[in-house]
């Protein structure tokens, strides 16, 4: 971004990969090719082959999502604060060993959250986004479809989770849990990339939850093959947990980071990696119309474990509709949030105080 500001009429990718040498040191030219390619939607645009410039109104001016990204809006409710921001110009900035845990749930198909595809979405058009049809009087929610992701959409998928764990990485305490939620098609290309970024992976967190995808018959045969399902009914959402490598032993991590571990529910009862949840309910989704909404029954359960001592700053990169800094401030603790899309951004400013302060989801028991 602070390159290209300064030069209007585009730059080619080797004078970028130059430049981003000189000031931050060794960065892979793939990556770099990769973040123009993934933001060149919203915050670039492809004037030739090979030449990248900021993206500008019909005006001349910066568009405001690049702005935004340059200098952001923010928020603040309690201890949480949200940032209109791109987190990967914010982690570059964040200070290192600053985070406490990170609880997510990112864009985990990047295609359906482009501006085309969220404009289809917004319309009601669809696009990659599956609009379900009325189901006995109640509209249900529209939800990705991954299987029509191309070799070359899982191949940026990989690589951004692999950038994203190398930005993240440095900003994250020792120990520090990192809890990212996925679907059963593209967890492996997720965990593979965490890993490689040097995250360590330890295990995975199961929302055991009721969802709509899968179980249908086949397209334009589902008469013929009345009793086949194409894919299995999905009935858990997995949720990857890892962690930044400890310093030492937990005991000492613990008593100089304040992480390492989870939060018991009880005394006598540990962390479990199964927790049982149901779709957010309407009247969560009245308060967050988002389409990936998690139920704050859910959220604050997992939170509350991420941080074994009850201390440090819970961190959301892709904050969407402020659900997780809203279960964070209902259980007390400090948190930032990031989200790049100034819709979300002004949806999330309105929903966190509403969402912290809903009661159904102090309902939660820790003796499941």
């Known amino acids: 971004m602070t390159i ?20 931050i040191g060794g960065a892979a030219s793939s990556s770099i090719r990769s973040y123009l390619r993934l933001n060149s939607d919203s915050l670039f645009r492809r004037e030739d082959r090979g030449i990248y410039a900021l993206r500008e109104a019909a005006n001349g001016e910066y568009s405001r999502e690049t702005r935004e990204t340059i200098g952001s809006r923010s928020y603040t409710f309690g201890r949480a604060s949200l940032l209109e921001a791109d987190c990967f110009h914010w982690l570059r900035e964040r200070r290192k060993n600053s985070i406490h845990a990170v609880v997510t749930d990112p864009p985990y198909g990047l295609v359906e959250y482009t501006s085309e595809e969220q404009e289809k979405l917004r319309k009601g058009r669809g696009g990659i986004w599956r609009i379900p049809p009325t189901l006995d009087g109640a509209k249900r929610s529209p939800v990705p479809r991954f299987t029509v992701l191309s070799p070359d959409d899982l191949e940026e998928l990989a690589q951004f989770f692999f950038e994203w764990g190398c930005a993240l ?6 120990g520090a849990n990192v809890v990212v939620a996925s679907n059963p098609l593209l967890s492996y ?31 334009a045969a589902h008469e013929e093959f009345f009793g086949v399902s194409v894919m299995p009914r999905s009935m858990w959402e997995p949720w990857l947990l890892f962690r930044k490598p400890i310093e030492g032993r937990v005991q000492d991590n613990l008593r100089k980071w304040k992480t390492g571990g989870f939060r018991r529910p009880s005394g006598n009862r540990p962390f479990g990696d199964v927790i049982p949840s149901a779709p957010t309910h309407k009247s969560e989704r009245t308060l967050a119309p988002h389409p990936s909404l998690k139920p704050q029954t859910f959220l604050r359960t997992l939170i509350r474990g991420v941080l074994p001592l009850g201390e440090g700053v819970v961190l959301d990169t892709f904050a969407g ?13 400090e948190s930032v949030g990031i989200e790049k899309d100034s819709r979300y951004f002004d949806l999330a400013s309105n929903a966190i105080p509403k969402l912290a302060g809903f009661k159904n989801g102090l309902n939660y028991s820790f003796n499941l």
């Open 4 to 23: 290209l500001s300064s030069k209007p009429h585009g730059a080619s990718v080797s004078e970028i990969e130059e430049q981003v040498h000189g000031l």
């Open 169 to 174: 990485l440095p900003a994250l305490v020792p």
């Open 189 to 219: 290309l997720v965990s593979g990339a965490l890993a490689r970024a040097g995250l360590e992976r330890r295990g995975e967190i199961v929302r055991l939850v009721m969802t709509m995808r899968g179980g249908d018959r086949p397209k």
């Open 321 to 333: 509709s402020g659900s997780t800094l809203a279960a964070a401030e209902a259980l007390g603790y």
